[in-house]
Each structure stands twice: as structure tokens, then as C-alpha cells.
């Protein structure tokens, strides 16, 4: 199982992106699906998590700003940044909890896509 996360890009301040994630590989299900993000000397951090369901958590920092959803069809994770601001700039991982079959779940992340916000 892979995950391939794609959608980064340089932005002004204000603008807005849509980050990507395709899950590939032996997959029976996906469960919880995520972002999270590494600042620039700073630890990673949760930005948003989806269930399979369908609920949605957001950090307080990206509340009324970021959208997460996702395409169980596609096996696709989906991350709407709008009016972006520099601090948003960071590396933006998607996680997913993945059964390869029934009887098991493995945690997997994708490389990262680097999204940068000029102020």
C-alpha cells in the first residue's frame, strides 16, 4: 500500500490550494484518513482527520479555513486550503489507518507535499 500526496505549490497570502492523496496497493479498506503538517523548525502537528463515515476534525489554528474531505470511490483524501497565510507554510502529510484485509490495520503516510505561503 502507497499513499501519493500531490498539490503543493508556492501561494500568496490569501490564496488557496487543494492538496491530494491516493491510497494504491492491496487495500481492503480505509478507515480514518488525516493531514498533518511539519513547520519549519517546528514539530508535526495534526491539521484535519476524516472518518470513513465521513466526520471531520479540525485543528483550531485551520477552523473556517481548510476543508478535509475524501472519495472512498477513488480512495482519495482531499485537503482545501483557503485564505492561506504564511503560517500555513509547512510540509503537508496525509495518514491513513489501512486494512490490506480484514483481520488487520497498518498506519501509512504519504511523502509530503510542500506547500509554501508568501506574505
Known amino acids: 500500500v502507497q499513499l501519493q500526496a500531490c498539490g503543493g505549490g508556492l501561494v500568496q497570502s490569501g490564496g488557496c490550494l487543494r492538496l491530494?492523496?491516493?491510497?494504491?496497493?492491496?487495500?481492503?479498506?480505509?478507515?480514518?484518513m488525516a493531514w498533518y503538517r511539519r513547520a519549519p523548525g517546528k514539530e508535526r502537528e495534526l491539521v484535519a482527520t476524516?472518518?470513513?463515515?465521513?466526520?471531520?476534525n479540525f485543528a483550531d489554528a485551520v477552523k473556517g479555513r481548510f476543508a478535509i474531505s475524501r472519495d472512498n470511490t477513488k480512495n482519495t483524501l482531499y485537503l482545501q486550503m483557503n485564505s492561506l497565510r504564511p503560517e500555513d507554510t509547512a510540509v503537508y502529510y496525509c495518514?491513513?489507518?489501512?486494512?490490506?484485509?480484514?483481520?488487520?490495520?497498518?498506519?501509512?503516510w504519504g511523502q509530503g507535499t510542500e506547500v509554501t505561503v508568501s506574505s
Open positions: 491530494s492523496c491516493v491510497a494504491s496497493g492491496n487495500i481492503y479498506r480505509i478507515n480514518d
Open positions: 476524516i472518518t470513513s463515515g465521513g466526520s471531520t
Open positions: 495518514n491513513a489507518a489501512i486494512q490490506p484485509s480484514s483481520n488487520y490495520e497498518y498506519e501509512f
